[in-house]
């Protein structure tokens, strides 16, 4: 009797985005099922189960629960619950013992479970996206189902690097590559390779793969262009890359096979039953907002209010005369508008970009001409946005403006006085106060925090709704959820948490609007109250058309706002606007534009160290544009004059240090981190000790994927990840002696209350030590040195080499201690005196200056990814904190000022804000915990002064698109400033 | 610190109501009972829920570190609640000092509170170090030594509490006799008398006595150790009750005390001295006069335990300390330091072979001294399990929980 009644066995797998269910006999699988539940937690399992019921009905059966989404299922219905990883390593265990290693993705969650020599187990941090989700999402971004992405990918060319921390990253990487006309073959091959170098940083860890490795999950057992990045880069060929028939079902399986032993023991019908009465006992969690409307009539009034700022518009056919064009081509969605006269507007149009936004123009300027006829002439075109600089190439266009110029241009038309304007678009956040008639301050999303417009619509998308029926649910949600304010990984898993909890569509749909109202208020503008921002607010981007959005902004700062009726449509107005001062446009005709074609391909710039990786567009008329670049010798308008560029010159000064062979052999440095700032001193102490002192070159791309296996923690800045990389380097040279000296302290320069290293310069060494491998089979030398005193710090690095270097004596050390100091202490002097002379050649020649204000580590071409040269080839006079920060005093700030590099960007930053012709851009690591102080005192002395702030934040991004926005707007907002000053 | 502060005045000592957050119940109350015998008007603020998480962001700059977030948060919840006259109250921070960025927060606080409108609510940073100078406000030898026994007392209790959590037959048993022993040696700390020794043996014998006595079921859980940093370590608030829900999958947690904590600070003063000939000679014959003294005093208390009690005595901090040989050097004391890595394998020594090493969001210290050495203790111990939880406003349960559960699920097989 006992066999009959545990003959069947039931493993239900509910994750992030599908549910499965396993039935099994003894031994076999019987019924399998595999569905998405799109946040339907529970009536999905109810369906899978009532269709198994048609099929088999066993009065006996074990079950047993898994899968995250599945936790609170579990919990409220009083099932066994087994965790997804470990069920995974009970299949392994029972089906494929020989299994090496598991590499299994899900729908948010990324595992590799070791089998061989100890078993071990990882999950992704809460920081990594690289999964199911992230494909999708990148899938939609690429207006492609996921089936023909992967098809994509296996025709693709070449890749591209693409950011591979977080889908928010890679975006970034993305929208620019698709905006300047790369193919969608090569973009989803270059994908998928992100989704594997996440994988290989944030899991593998350095850890060697041995034996068959096991590929489970949704995502590699459907998207074969992904298997074959994970088997070409991890080395594997047939015979040890195994992709079961069953891997979608291998948590699944694994708790089945549980069950049989653990499972809880109920029939089907009784399951099925408990289920659905935990459905109704869950009632409301408690972290709930207020609903956003009260009732009809407030959402009726509310509606009526904002109805009134509309533009007059004019049918297109009525109309003769000059006309204007707008074309604001943004990251997600390309717009176009035409002004009649009386700025009437007498054609629009909005559409998503679908990944090629050259063939929307074209499409829509034909159609345009068409419906103007012979009536109507275009006397001026004005681009905007992302791919300003690719259409107005391909169309001829007269004049292309920066994004903020463009909005501030048409919030003017609907509110003279305007003083602050919010825009939220697909991609980005972007808000400036206005004062006297100038955009005053300019704050834009960090790379990391935008949760905006187009998050909101891939999610509404993996939800299954439209984005407008979303939006709709969420107007009278009774109670939204309370989802925080954090970038988009952090948001899916606060609404698989939500859904734990059995929150409705409704109550997501609203929480998501909240969340981005509040990403934008304090995450990007930082502000406590509504005084803060302005008294005449206008709100505008494409993601202000969501009525929830709208309410919670105007909610969250207890005031009323002004929506134009074309939110949507700002940016593309404003440059019709903004065009209006042409008699006649250049704009591309009828005929061009039939006959217009237009292809690209790619290459690789040899203009610099850089080797910017271009892509080349085509025209039909021969023209071609290139983007990719960074600055402007890709186009072959070499720059008669090269401006001063103070990182350069620092580049310059590090690369004279050239190994001097010596009795000694040789000794690596890793030119990375602290390792900046004191070269010519170990250079000159070591040279002088008797050895050939080697460092690392400065780092490429390559340089940082080299040594990504074993960096340990994926939340680290990108300077020192990429120390990791430096190593390696060194190690391949065959170099056996291999220094990073730990230091607590840096060179007090008496400009603050301490002199503190931060705690990753100070100690990346042990970091070093504990995680490479091969660095056990060289000499590796990490001495804890005081830098301030001569003394100790020859007697402990003596002690540090002694051991290897028995002939050598505390006397000699000394010695090289102090040719070590007047190196370095010579070469400080020479680039204070650069910068010195680049400031009084800049006021010579009547140039701006810009301090890049980051830390010595900063100028790595790699790291800064050539923004030095772009603010060169801005016309900016470009110069480091380090070589300006002595023209000013030690600065009193509210902090404490404890940081030896972070005290120089405090009196850089003084001496920006004493200067009229000098400005401050800082420069921050993602990651940087010390810069989340920094940056805001920095902000209030450049404030205080009435000086803009900008901040960049760089991180392994390599596409300079964002920056270059956020340059020129600097740049633009000082022009219009600057001539209304005159 | 370079900024003007409103300083705590003699004035002030008489209407003023200090405001204390909370890190660890059983430790701060009985430190506020001390400071309450010296005349101060004190209240521990034990506030929960998303609201504070929420003032604290909108204060605090959000890549701030999660510990900053809350504590401010929590701090200007209390004054916008009304409970408080916001012109009769100071706030009291505990503060270290060093290279990590936490060595901040009384800044922080002050930028937040002139954001909020509170500048004039006086901020005492009670530190070892005493950097500021505040009238009102002074730390006395008696004082040190009655707030020293609150902390070895609460040490014991937490120490012996959890060992009695996932047993007891009558759940509640551990937490009651807690809160009466909390409130009762409170009151005796707080009856300014000079704490005497013998008193203090004779309470330790009782505790012991007391938590021996509560009726437990077989002792036969998986132990899981939780190290990191030191905020989201202890509190509960700060780790989203993280040892309630060990406790409630069935393991027992054994977290480290608070007395270890000042005995790192203290031990990194002499070793500035040896290595690098900082700090006064003066300083450091204090600082190993007062390391001798605290752990003899701890090791006496763990003796204590073993000989009248079944329960696991504390390790041995002279231990700990050459833990670390061959993992990280001692130097690394930015933050929790070596001190979290030591805490990670003397768990691993005491048979604890399965660890949760919490950090907030992005904490700088712990990517060398807690992500950075895991590799390195698996590679040498493979039987140990540890998970790195990192914990954010933005990082939520479900996510902590699974892999928890991972943990768990693992050390249980």
Redesign the interface.
């Known amino acids: 009797m006992q066999e009959e009644k545990s003959a069947y066995y039931l493993g239900l797998d509910i994750g992030s985005t599908t549910a499965k269910a396993i039935l099994m006999r003894d031994g076999e699988i019987v019924y399998r099922k595999y569905q998405r539940h799109y946040s339907q937690v529970r009536q999905t399992a109810l369906e899978i189960l009532s269709e198994m019921r048609g099929q088999f009905d066993p009065e006996h059966l074990r079950v047993m629960i898994s899968g ?1 989404a599945g ?2 299922m579990a919990e409220s219905a009083d099932l066994p ?6 069920a995974t390593s009970e299949m392994v265990r029972r089906a494929a013992p020989d299994t090496g290693v598991v590499i299994e993705l899900g729908g948010e ?1 990324a595992k590799v479970i070791f089998f061989d ?5 990882r ?1 992704n ?3 990594a996206g690289g999964t199911g989700a992230f494909i999708d999402q990148m899938a939609v971004l690429l207006d492609l189902s996921v089936d023909e992405m992967d098809e994509a990918a296996l025709r693709a060319q070449r890749i591209y690097p693409i950011a591979s921390r977080c889908g928010v990253f890679a975006k970034t990487d993305i929208q620019p590559l698709l905006n300047q006309g790369a193919s969608k073959e090569d973009i989803a091959l270059s994908i998928y390779q992100a989704v594997v170098n996440q994988t290989i940083t944030g899991l593998i ?3 060697r793969i041995r034996g068959k490795v096991m590929f489970l999950g949704g995502p590699l057992y459907y998207c074969k262009g992904l298997r074959k990045r994970f088997c070409e880069t991890l080395g594997l060929d047939e015979a040890n890359a195994v992709f079961p028939k069953y891997a979608l079902y291998s948590v699944a399986i694994g708790a089945a096979l549980t069950a049989e032993k653990q499972g809880a023991e109920l029939s089907l019908s009784m399951l099925c039953e408990r289920l659905s009465k935990s459905a109704a006992a869950a009632g409301i969690g408690r ?1 709930r907002l207020d609903p956003l409307f009260e009732n009809e009539e407030d959402y009726e009034n509310f509606r009526a209010r904002h109805e009134k700022a509309t533009v007059r518009t004019e049918p297109i056919e009525h109309y003769r005369g000059p006309a204007w064009l707008g074309i604001d081509c943004g990251s997600t969605t390309t717009k176009l508008v035409l002004i009649g006269r009386e700025k009437q507007i007498l054609h629009t149009y909005y559409s998503s970009n679908r990944g090629n936004p050259v063939e929307i123009v074209r499409e829509q300027l034909m159609k345009l001409r068409t419906l103007c006829g012979g009536r109507i002439e275009i006397c001026g075109c004005a681009v905007t946005g992302y791919g300003e600089d690719l259409i107005r190439n391909a169309f001829r266009a007269d004049e292309g403006l920066v994004e903020t110029i463009a909005h501030y241009t048409a919030a003017k038309y609907f509110r003279p006085d305007v003083d602050f304007i919010l825009d939220i678009g697909g991609q980005d956040i972007k808000c400036f106060s206005i004062r006297s008639g100038a955009i005053d301050s300019i704050m834009l999303n960090e790379a990391c ?1 935008s949760g905006c417009g187009s998050f909101i619509e891939t999610f509404a998308r993996s939800m299954g709704y439209e984005v407008a029926e979303f939006a709709k649910k969420g107007i009278f949600a009774k109670a939204p959820v ?1 989802l ?4 988009t990984v ?2 899916n ?2 609404v ?2 939500s859904q ?1 909890d059995g929150a409705s569509v409704e109550d997501i749909s609203a929480g998501l609007s909240v969340s981005v109202v509040k990403n934008a208020l ?2 990007v503008i ?1 502000a ?1 109250s509504p005084k803060d921002l302005g008294e005449n607010i206008v709100v505008q981007g494409g993601t202000f058309y969501n009525d929830a959005v709208l309410r919670a902004f105007e909610k969250e700062l207890g005031t009323e706002v002004i929506r134009p009726a074309i939110a949507g449509l700002m940016g593309a107005y404003g440059a019709a606007l903004h065009a209006m001062r042409f008699p006649k446009s250049t704009l591309l005709t009828k005929e061009e534009l039939e006959s217009f074609r237009h292809t690209s391909r790619s290459a690789t710039c040899g203009g610099c160290e850089n080797h910017c990786r271009l892509t080349v567009n085509l025209f039909s008329d021969g023209s071609r544009y290139i983007s990719g670049n960074r600055c402007e010798k890709a186009l072959g308008l070499r720059k008669t004059e090269e401006l001063p560029n103070l990182y350069e010159f620092k580049r310059n000064e590090l690369s004279k240090l050239s190994p001097v062979p010596g009795k000694r052999g040789k000794i690596g440095l890793p030119m990375a981190l602290g390792t900046y700032e004191l070269a010519p001193l170990w250079h000159a102490l070591f040279t002088r000790l008797g050895f050939e002192t080697v460092f690392s070159r400065f780092s490429d791309r390559s340089v940082y994927e080299k040594g990504q296996f074993s960096i ?2 994926d ?2 800045c990108y300077p ?1 990840k990429i120390m990791h990389g430096h190593i390696e380097e060194l190690l391949s040279q065959g170099i056996r002696t291999i220094f990073y000296p ?1 230091l ?1 302290y840096n060179v007090d320069e008496k400009a603050g ?2 002199h ?5 310069v ?3 060494s ?2 070093l030590h ?2 490479i491998d091969s660095l056990s089979e060289v000499r590796f030398l990490y001495p ?1 040195l ?1 830098i301030n ?1 001569r003394r ?1 710090f020859a007697k ?1 690095l003596f002690d540090a080499l002694s051991p290897t270097e028995p002939d050598l004596r505390l006397s000699d050390v000394r010695a090289a201690v102090k040719a070590g100091y007047e190196a370095y202490e010579a070469h400080m002097k020479r680039i204070r005196e650069a910068g010195e002379r680049a400031i009084s050649w800049a006021r010579e020649n009547g140039k701006r200056i810009l301090i890049l204000a980051g830390r010595p580590y900063h100028i790595d071409p790699e790291i800064c990814h050539g923004i030095d040269k772009l603010c060169t080839s801005l016309g900016f006079v470009t110069v480091s904190e380090d070589s300006v920060a002595h023209l000013e005093p030690p600065q ?8 030896t590099y972070h005290a120089r960007l405090y009196r850089s930053a003084r001496y920006a804000a004493e200067h009229k012709d000098t400005e401050l851009v800082q420069l921050v690591s993602f ?1 940087c ?5 920094t ?2 005192e920095i902000r209030s002395i450049l404030e205080d002064s009435g000086k803009y702030y900008t901040q960049i934040k760089i991180d392994e991004i390599t596409n300079l698109g964002a920056v270059r926005i956020r340059l020129r707007s600097l740049l633009g907002a000082l022009e219009e400033r600057g001539d209304q000053a005159l | ?3 003007d502060y409103i300083s705590f005045t003699k004035e002030m000592k008489k209407g003023y109501t200090l405001l204390i957050p909370t890190m660890l119940p059983m430790h701060f109350r009985m430190i506020i009972s001390v400071l309450k015998t010296y005349g101060y008007k004190m209240e521990l603020l034990e506030t929960s829920g ?1 609201e504070i ?1 929420e003032t604290g ?3 605090v ?5 999660y510990p900053a977030v809350l504590v401010i948060g929590q701090f200007i919840t209390a004054l916008e609640s009304g409970h408080y006259d916001p012109h009769k109250v100071a706030l009291v921070l505990f503060q270290t000092g ?4 936490a ?2 927060y ?3 606080l ?2 937040a509170l002139r ?2 409108g509170y500048e004039y609510v006086p901020v005492i940073a009670f530190s070892f170090a005493g950097i500021e100078k505040h009238p009102g406000f002074k730390t006395t030898i008696p004082q040190l030594h009655g707030m020293l026994y609150g902390i070895l007392y609460a040490d014991l209790m937490m120490w012996l509490y959890n060992q009695c959590r996932p047993y007891e037959t009558h759940p509640g048993d551990a937490q009651r006799l807690c809160d009466r022993w909390t409130e009762r040696l409170g009151r005796e700390l707080g009856a300014g008398r000079a704490v005497s020794y013998r008193k203090v043996k004779k309470n330790y014998r009782r505790i012991i006595a007391d938590f021996s006595a509560i009726e437990m079921k077989r002792r036969d859980a998986v132990k899981v150790g939780v190290v990191g940093e030191i905020f989201v370590k202890y509190s509960p608030l700060g780790n989203n009750h993280l040892e309630d829900f060990l406790i409630s999958q069935g393991a027992e947690v054994v977290v480290p005390g608070l007395a270890d904590f000042l005995l790192y600070c203290v031990y990194n003063n002499i070793l500035d001295r040896r ?4 700090k006064s000679l003066f300083n450091y014959i204090l600082c190993r006069i007062g390391f001798s003294l605290l752990c003899g005093k701890k090791n006496k208390l763990s003796r204590m335990i073993s000989s009248e009690s079944d329960f696991e005595p504390f390790p041995d901090f002279r231990d700990t300390v050459t833990l670390t040989e061959g ?3 001692q ?5 929790e330091g070596w001190l979290l890595t030591a805490e990670m394998l003397e768990l691993t020594h005491s048979g604890v072979k399965n660890i949760v090493c919490t950090q907030p ?9 807690g ?6 203790i ?1 590679e040498k111990q ?2 140990v399990n540890i998970v ?1 939880i ?1 914990y ?8 902590q ?3 928890l ?2 943990l ?3 050390a249980q097989q």
């Open positions: 995250s936790m609170g619950f087994i965790q997804e990883v470990f969650d020599g100890g078993v071990d187990e999950m941090g809460s920081c860890q350095g850890r972290n925090s309370n925080g304010t954090r970038c952090f948001m898993s606060s698989k948490q734990k304090y995450k930082r406590n340990p923690s939340t680290v020192a730990s607590s209350d301490n503190f290293n931060c705690p990753i100070a100690y990346y042990e970091v504990a995680n804890y005081n005193n100790v402990n009193k700030v509210r902090v404490l000022n404890q940081w990651g915990g010390i810069d989340a102080i940056t805001d | 610190m370079t900024d998303p998480a962001l909108r204060y700059h959000n890549d701030t570190c060093g290279g990590c960025r060595s901040n009384i800044s922080l002050r930028k954001r909020a290595l690098f000939r900082r993992y990280i050097h130097e690394v004391k930015m933050g969001f992005g904490c700088l210290p712990n990517h060398v001294c992500k950075g050495m895991m590799r390195l698996k493979p039987d790195a990192d954010d406003s933005g990082a939520t349960q479900v996510n929980q699974n892999r559960r991972l768990l699920a693992n």
